[in-house]
């Protein structure tokens, strides 16, 4: 198979470009830019970067000194983004408090203890969780080996008694991951903008808070984002060179993502952006099928990796379909009624209004200034594309997409704005973390303006050794500055759970063996073994992997249980009142109340509050800020003001009430 041609030959007359100099200077415009365009003296685009790299906007080459400096910084940000990433990492356990988190981890155990690559479940894609599951292997084997574990049945009894371990080592590989996406940010950033633009981007991803966030959870986004950045590298290649290997790579890249989370198929934009500004560039004609064979090419190898990876949902695609397309929990279902009620939606601030306020209130720093940066860019590229005069077709580097005014800024903008617009229009659910992946590809032209911030500062003061101090001394304070909610946020996931709190004073104060209603997202209580056995009954899919074990080993010893009744199985709608025609009809002694803001439109909730309001005491209130009132959103899932939010809770979970029902 012939690779597309990275090259084109000029067809103009070797003299035009003397003719246009001349018509240049007649038009006032300087003998220096007559002389380029002659070909007396090269243009270098803005976009590209010469060997060892330049200051960041001048154009000079960096010294030996300059290039020390930079390799200094980044060592300096990758450090303190894995402290950020790093600390706090054992949060909640040996509880589980992020449903997400409990899936995955759920779906590695049980490929472990079924000997299969079925993870059991449709809701993510198996590839993280083979990564879990190596993990285990890993530590099962470690333990073998040490004899800290004497059989495997050991081992998977130590997963279900204390789950610390098999938390914390899916969290190292995920914050791993997480650090590693600053340093693969800065090598972007220097590639399209200069080396102080990739430390500016490298210094704004260590320091977000949506990205310090997702790391501290075995969870996809991250990984995500790490992929997404190394797409965008490959499908630079595409736009740049259009080799085949750059295409079959960047759809091997693009497979890899789908088969961690389904949303990883969206990057296929970024490699078809490329594909279209390489025919562009090299004067392709674009309605010609065989043109696009290297791209079909890519969109093939992703899918074929994707299954490759994920052999049971081919296996079993009906049930696939049916679980992502049937009934309103589904994905589809979610869709689907995401768009019959979208004008509603839209004009309550959701969809396109809601990611766009969400990406703000989470990074304002990177979307500002991600902002400035695109209109900063075009506004080079624009000066370049004056200066030069280029009309011809360029050769098999960025310069021959700047002379068409169709360079990578085109690949880097394009792919966040794509990314925001399909999920305003289809996301299932309106997730402030749904973002990450568009955040992380914004940091770069976001690196861009701060680098230019700092060399506009640097030549006022003069330049020189004072300026030089000066800048660096700005830039850290930005810094500690930018990472003020994230150095919050792991302060505060080094605090209790309101969970763990209510936890310990309910096995404190109420009886073993009573009878207590718990909401969802409730305190870990352990439920007795007749209660498992009437949740079995009544709906057997909502019993977790632990829940199954127990039915089938015991209870552990030692463990306090209670007869729990899940409220959650029986309000399944926040649209529907579920509740108060259960509580006519049932007697309960303890309830537990679990608010979160996200819950006041609930209406089984507001029924469950006002029941308890006319007939029950409240004997224990666990709140999570200093203010007993205020109901905090989860901020190990989606805060809606985290700059806000952040100051207002003094530890995770919700706030917890305790009543008792003595009639």
């Known amino acids: 198979m012939e690779e597309p041609s990275s090259t084109h030959t000029d067809n103009h007359d070797p003299g035009a470009g003397k003719s246009d100099a001349a018509t240049l200077s007649r038009h006032g415009r300087s003998s220096l830019e007559a002389q380029r365009l002659a070909g007396e003296i090269p243009v270098r685009p803005a976009s590209s970067t010469p060997e060892g790299g330049t200051d960041g906007g001048a154009g000079r080459p960096l010294t030996s000194s300059g290039r020390h400096l930079v390799a200094v910084a980044l060592l300096f940000l990758t450090a303190f983004a894995a402290a950020l990433r790093l600390y706090a990492l054992g949060h909640g356990l040996p509880h589980q408090y992020v449903p997400d988190e409990s899936t995955m981890i759920g779906g590695a155990l049980r490929m472990g203890a079924s000997r299969s690559l079925q993870p059991s479940t449709f809701i993510y894609p198996a590839l993280l969780m083979y990564l879990f599951a190596a993990e285990y292997a890993a530590l099962l084997a470690a333990g073998l080996l040490t004899h800290a574990f004497s059989s495997v049945s050991q081992f998977q009894q130590f997963a279900f008694i204390d789950p610390s371990i098999f938390y914390l080592l899916p969290r190292l590989a995920v914050a791993l991951m997480g650090t590693a996406t600053v340093p693969v940010a800065y090598l972007l950033g220097r590639r399209l903008y200069g080396p102080w633009a990739g430390i500016g981007a490298a210094a704004l991803i260590a320091a977000s808070i949506m990205h310090v966030q997702m790391s501290h959870q075995a969870r996809h ?22 080799r085949w290997r750059d295409y079959c790579l960047s759809g091997l890249l693009v497979g890899l993502t789908a088969a961690t989370s389904f949303n990883g198929f969206l990057l296929l934009f970024m490699p078809l952006v490329g594909h279209l500004l390489q025919l562009r560039k090299a004067g392709r004609p674009l309605l010609i099928p065989r043109e696009h064979l ?18 049971y949902i081919l296996l079993q695609l009906d049930r696939f379909i049916a679980f992502h397309s049937s009934g309103e929990s589904s994905i589809g ?21 809601f990611f766009a306020e ?60 794509f990314h925001y617009l399909m999920f305003s229009t289809t996301a299932p659910s309106l997730e402030q973390r749904y973002m990450l992946p568009a955040v992380v ?17 640097h030549r006022r003061l003069g330049g020189g050794d004072a300026a030089h101090l000066t800048v660096g001394a700005i830039a850290i304070i930005a810094l500690l500055v930018a990472s003020v909610p994230s150095l919050r946020y792991d302060w505060l996931l080094g605090q209790t759970d309101t969970r763990t709190l209510a936890k310990a004073w309910i096995e404190s104060n109420i009886p073993a063996g009573s009878t207590v209603a718990v909401e969802s997202y409730p305190p870990p ?7 498992l056995r009437e949740q079995q009954q009544a709906n057997p899919a909502s019993l977790g992997t632990r829940d199954q074990w127990v039915l089938q080993n015991g209870i552990p010893a030692g463990e306090v249980t209670y007869q729990l009744v899940r409220l959650n199985l029986v309000d399944t709608s926040p649209k529907v009142d579920n509740l108060s025609p259960y509580l006519a009809t049932h007697s309960i002694r303890y309830f537990v109340v679990t608010d979160f803001r996200w819950k006041s439109e609930h209406l089984g909730h507001l029924a ?42 003094q530890r995770p979970g919700p706030t917890i009430e305790i009543y008792e029902v003595t009639q």
């Open 221 to 242: 986004w991250v990984p995500v984002s790490l992929l997404t950045l190394v797409v965008l590298w490959v499908s630079l290649n595409v736009a740049e060179r259009g």
């Open 294 to 311: 290297p791209m079909l090419a890519t969109t093939v190898l992703a899918f074929v990796l994707f299954f490759a990876l994920n052999p």
């Open 333 to 353: 279902g979610q869709i689907r009624g995401h768009y019959e009620n979208y004008l509603q939606q839209f004009l309550e601030k959701q969809g396109f209004t």
């Open 358 to 417: 969400a990406t703000l209130a989470y990074e304002p720093a990177i979307t500002l200034l991600g902002i400035a940066g695109a209109v900063l860019m075009f506004r080079r590229s624009r000066r370049t594309d004056l200066a030069t005069g280029y009309t011809s077709h360029g050769s098999g580097d960025s310069a021959g997409l700047a002379r068409r005014g169709l360079n990578a800024n085109s690949l880097v903008l394009s792919y966040p704005l």
């Open 441 to 457: 590809v914004l940091a770069l032209p976001a690196g861009m303006a701060a680098a230019a911030v700092g060399g506009w500062l």
């Open 525 to 531: 209580l352990s439920p007795s073994l007749d209660s």
């Open 608 to 649: 469950l509050k006002s029941f308890l309001a006319r007939g029950g005491k409240l004997i224990k209130r666990f709140p999570a800020g200093s203010d007993p009132q205020y109901v905090p959103s989860d901020i190990l899932n989606n805060m809606e003001d985290p700059l806000v939010e952040l100051w207002k809770v």
